[in-house]
């Protein structure tokens, strides 16, 4: 079995690697005694029982709902984070290091700063009443509670998102002393607080309202799916189905990553809950450490894509582009699953360079006993996934019925499994009641960065909206000097530096407002109209790379630890990974039938994916500089040729002067050069044994 399997590895390890974790995700606090030590777990159970409410029995406005969020979010943030994270050689400023108690100061600031969130709601009618007309009150208030919001985020998601923030609010201040190119006409701090603070146009905007409503409930049947045992279920599952091959860990890396980033909101934590199993299996038949860690990076990386949540971000998308939330999910379906089968090529092709072989079987657990066993933790996913395509209930309504279901789930599998061993019902139902709330503590924690980090990008967006887009938009015509393809690459950079410090939904939301609207209307000055969700889903995808890119990169840090590999090597090594990734947005803005816009007709769909199927392995061979065999020069080549064919046969046709050629022709020929360089790669193979 592969608990048999596995390499012993120091518990020093494991902790750096669950501690990454722990402080990206429930901070850094920890305490073991005392009234204390069940303050922060009470408000995240009493924050996920309000989300369940509001979601099916108690009804109430809009704004008053973003409020509560905000409020539980910033609370749990200022009571998990200390001021510092590491201890300090100054005795007073070591005060405000304690992990393992709470301070008087601490405890007036997390009072402070909720107050200051639930403000808008406590004062509703009278904020309503003044809308433009802000008082001195609404003022300080809304001032305390964008600085108090700021230094949350810091705590929770360290100093990349305030600094932005920061750079944003100065910037609609100081505007008009700006050089010509960057001048602002400026704000008012009237009218910056009532946009910000006052309104739903900035921190308790949509990104906040999507967040309240839905993003919160997907992450906690995230999280009700993993107390449950999902997560060992799916590892299990994919090492029994893949293990013997190849690479075969690798492979097994890569489909269980998968299926818990379908639910998981965090690469991070997907990292570390199937990493723990795979990093060794992967160094055991022969993988380097820093690339048995690289591929669980860039796999974890990826489940950020798949659907149904896709990093959390997928909701929001929906918003902003006022779609419907199935029309995102089949726009991001096919670069989504094309991108991770080319990532299990990749560990094949890994494996071919290395010489390595699989498990043998007999050390693997059988597939249909591993799956008869767990086929339970299949059905509320499939009965989300009835609820959301099949039924096209809304997204809340399809989670909240799917954790009911999951409920009633735990109930029935301890009760089994206590029938089954001939033990205690009783015992049985208290262990059921047990995980139920563990798994409500679970996902108040986890909410809490995501949270604090839609509401502080909602302090760019409420900037952004004061009059600052248009001068985004002409700096990024000036420095691209009018080249629509340099905009993008611009772009794409711009998403992977902001993030490297912001996780996946903050990240989205600044270049959503940022970015997106520049793409779209210089797309536009150049005679090419895109769709608003190929905009979006550009800078998703960039933003999801940048979770392996060096030097921050803390899916890579978390992967080191468990591998006992150089981090920066690791996050180098996944980003070559992720290339493949990095390709499909450029693609995708030109050749929107990759997101099955406009695309009807479900053959023409199939040969779509067929066809980036196809390209994503020449490109990963290419990237990799191995298919059969070694690539010569020519080779890399041919492949790039082979790219381009398949996925942007237009380009090809304009190329040779043919516009009316149909794109399956070019794809046909595209696939017939991939064979001929295969096989032009087995026969020199063979003539070098000779």
């Given at each position: 079995?592969?608990k048999?399997?596995?390499?012993?590895?120091?518990?020093?390890?494991?902790?750096?690697?669950?501690?990454?974790?722990?402080?990206?995700?429930?901070?850094t606090?920890?305490?073991k005694?005392?009234?204390?030590m069940?303050l922060?777990?009470?408000?995240a159970?009493?924050?996920s029982?309000?989300?369940?409410?509001i979601?099916?029995f108690?009804?109430?406005?809009?704004?008053?709902?973003?409020?509560?969020?905000?409020?539980f979010?910033?609370c749990?943030v200022?009571?998990?984070?200390?001021?510092?994270?590491?201890?300090?050689?100054?005795?007073?400023?070591?005060?405000?290091?304690?992990?393992?108690?709470?301070?008087?100061?601490?405890?007036?600031?997390?009072?402070a700063?909720?107050?200051l969130?639930?403000?808008i709601?406590?004062?509703?009618?009278?904020?309503s009443?003044?809308?433009?007309?802000?008082?001195?009150?609404?003022?300080?208030?809304?001032v305390?509670?964008v600085?108090?919001?700021?230094?949350?985020?810091r705590?929770?998601?360290?100093?990349?998102l305030?600094?932005?923030a920061?750079?944003?609010?100065?910037?609609?201040?100081?505007?008009?002393?700006?050089?010509?190119?960057?001048?602002?006409?400026?704000?008012?701090?009237?009218?910056f607080?009532?946009?910000?603070?006052?309104s739903?146009?900035?921190?308790?905007?949509?990104?906040?309202?999507?967040?309240?409503?839905?993003v919160?409930?997907f992450v906690?049947f995230?999280?009700?799916?993993?107390?449950?045992?999902?997560?060992?279920?799916?590892v299990?599952?994919?090492?029994?189905?893949?293990?013997?091959f190849?690479?075969?860990?690798?492979?097994?890396a890569?489909?269980?990553?998968?299926?818990?980033?379908m639910?998981s909101?965090?690469?991070?934590?997907?990292?570390v809950?199937?990493?723990?199993?795979?990093?060794?299996?992967?160094k055991?038949?022969?993988?380097p450490?820093h690339?048995?860690?690289?591929?669980?990076v860039?796999?974890?990386t990826?489940?950020q894509l798949m659907?149904p949540?896709m990093?959390a971000a997928?909701?929001?998308?929906a918003?902003?582009c006022n779609?419907?939330?199935?029309e995102?999910?089949r726009?991001?379906?096919?670069?989504?699953?094309?991108?991770?089968?080319a990532l299990?090529?990749?560990?094949?092709?890994?494996?071919?360079k290395?010489?390595?072989?699989?498990?043998p079987?007999a050390?693997?657990?059988?597939?249909?006993?591993?799956?008869?066993?767990?086929?339970?933790f299949?059905?509320p996913l499939?009965?989300?996934?009835?609820?959301?395509?099949?039924?096209?209930?809304?997204?809340?309504l399809?989670?909240?019925?799917?954790?009911t279901?999951?409920t009633?789930?735990?109930?029935?599998?301890?009760?089994?499994k206590?029938?089954?061993?001939?033990?205690s019902y009783?015992?049985?139902?208290?262990?059921?009641?047990?995980?139920?709330?563990?798994?409500?503590?679970?996902?108040?924690k986890?909410?809490?960065?995501?949270?604090?980090?839609?509401?502080?990008?909602?302090i760019?967006?409420?900037?952004?909206?004061?009059?600052l887009?248009?001068?985004?938009?002409?700096?990024?015509?000036?420095?691209s000097g009018g080249?629509f393809?340099?905009?993008?690459?611009?772009t794409?950079?711009?998403?992977?530096i902001l993030?490297?410090?912001?996780?996946t939904?903050?990240?989205?939301?600044?270049m959503?407002?940022?970015?997106?609207?520049?793409?779209?209307?210089?797309?536009?000055?150049?005679?090419?109209?895109i769709?608003l969700?190929?905009?979006?889903?550009?800078?998703?995808f960039?933003?999801?790379?940048?979770?392996?890119?060096?030097?921050?990169?803390?899916?890579?840090?978390?992967?080191?630890?468990?591998a006992?590999?150089?981090?920066?090597?690791?996050?180098?090594?996944?980003f070559?990974?992720?290339?493949?990734?990095?390709?499909?947005p450029?693609?995708?803005?030109?050749n929107?039938?990759?997101?099955?816009?406009g695309?009807?007709?479900?053959?023409y769909?199939?040969w779509?994916?067929?066809?980036?199927?196809?390209a994503?392995?020449?490109f990963a061979a290419?990237?990799?500089?191995?298919?059969?065999?070694?690539?010569?020069?020519y080779?890399?080549?041919l492949?790039?040729?082979?790219?381009?064919?398949?996925?942007?046969?237009?380009l090809?046709?304009?190329?040779?002067?043919?516009?009316?050629?149909p794109?399956?022709?070019?794809?046909?020929?595209?696939?017939?050069l991939?064979?001929?360089?295969?096989?032009?790669?087995?026969?020199?193979?063979?003539?070098?044994?000779?």
């Amino acid at each position: 079995m592969i608990k048999e399997l596995e390499i012993e590895q120091s518990d020093a390890d494991l902790e750096k690697a669950q501690q990454i974790v722990d402080e990206a995700e429930g901070g850094t606090r920890n305490i073991k005694s005392g009234w204390s030590m069940w303050l922060i777990p009470s408000i995240a159970v009493s924050w996920s029982i309000f989300q369940l409410l509001i979601s099916s029995f108690i009804l109430l406005e809009s704004t008053i709902v973003r409020a509560i969020h905000l409020a539980f979010a910033i609370c749990l943030v200022f009571l998990s984070h200390p001021l510092f994270k590491k201890q300090k050689k100054n005795r007073f400023l070591n005060y405000f290091a304690n992990n393992d108690r709470y301070s008087a100061v601490d405890i007036i600031i997390t009072i402070a700063a909720t107050v200051l969130a639930l403000y808008i709601a406590i004062d509703y009618v009278g904020i309503s009443g003044r809308q433009g007309k802000p008082i001195f009150r609404d003022i300080l208030f809304g001032v305390m509670l964008v600085g108090l919001l700021l230094e949350a985020a810091r705590r929770s998601l360290g100093p990349a998102l305030p600094i932005v923030a920061i750079v944003f609010i100065l910037y609609s201040f100081f505007g008009p002393y700006m050089p010509s190119v960057l001048a602002f006409k400026g704000v008012s701090l009237k009218r910056f607080i009532g946009q910000i603070t006052l309104s739903t146009e900035g921190v308790f905007g949509v990104p906040l309202d999507v967040s309240a409503t839905i993003v919160f409930l997907f992450v906690l049947f995230g999280a009700m799916l993993d107390k449950a045992g999902a997560g060992k279920y799916f590892v299990d599952l994919a090492f029994s189905l893949l293990g013997g091959f190849k690479g075969g860990p690798a492979k097994a890396a890569v489909l269980a990553s998968g299926l818990t980033g379908m639910v998981s909101g965090s690469s991070i934590a997907n990292t570390v809950t199937t990493g723990t199993f795979t990093i060794p299996l992967m160094k055991s038949v022969g993988y380097p450490a820093h690339k048995a860690a690289a591929v669980e990076v860039a796999c974890s990386t990826n489940g950020q894509l798949m659907p149904p949540i896709m990093g959390a971000a997928a909701f929001i998308i929906a918003e902003y582009c006022n779609l419907e939330y199935v029309e995102v999910i089949r726009a991001a379906f096919i670069p989504a699953v094309v991108s991770y089968i080319a990532l299990m090529y990749i560990t094949h092709l890994e494996a071919s360079k290395l010489g390595l072989k699989g498990i043998p079987r007999a050390d693997l657990p059988k597939f249909w006993p591993t799956f008869v066993a767990g086929m339970h933790f299949l059905i509320p996913l499939v009965f989300l996934i009835v609820e959301l395509v099949v039924f096209r209930h809304s997204p809340a309504l399809a989670a909240f019925r799917a954790i009911t279901a999951l409920t009633v789930l735990i109930f029935l599998q301890n009760l089994y499994k206590a029938h089954k061993k001939n033990q205690s019902y009783g015992k049985a139902l208290r262990h059921a009641l047990y995980q139920i709330v563990t798994s409500l503590e679970a996902g108040g924690k986890n909410m809490m960065g995501i949270g604090v980090a839609v509401a502080s990008a909602g302090i760019i967006v409420g900037v952004v909206t004061l009059g600052l887009g248009g001068i985004i938009t002409e700096v990024i015509e000036v420095l691209s000097g009018g080249n629509f393809l340099l905009i993008l690459i611009i772009t794409a950079i711009a998403s992977l530096i902001l993030g490297m410090g912001l996780p996946t939904t903050a990240n989205y939301i600044v270049m959503a407002s940022l970015t997106a609207p520049v793409i779209l209307t210089l797309g536009e000055r150049n005679g090419i109209i895109i769709p608003l969700i190929a905009a979006h889903l550009f800078v998703f995808f960039f933003g999801i790379l940048a979770d392996d890119t060096p030097p921050v990169g803390l899916a890579a840090f978390a992967a080191a630890a468990i591998a006992k590999s150089d981090p920066i090597k690791t996050g180098i090594q996944g980003f070559t990974y992720d290339i493949r990734t990095a390709i499909l947005p450029f693609m995708f803005i030109f050749n929107t039938d990759l997101l099955l816009i406009g695309v009807d007709s479900v053959f023409y769909a199939i040969w779509i994916f067929i066809a980036a199927l196809f390209a994503m392995f020449a490109f990963a061979a290419l990237t990799q500089g191995f298919f059969a065999g070694k690539n010569k020069w020519y080779d890399a080549v041919l492949l790039a040729l082979v790219t381009l064919t398949l996925l942007r046969a237009d380009l090809f046709n304009s190329w040779l002067h043919m516009p009316n050629l149909p794109s399956y022709f070019v794809n046909i020929a595209g696939m017939s050069l991939m064979v001929f360089v295969y096989l032009n790669q087995r026969m020199r193979i063979k003539r070098v044994g000779a």
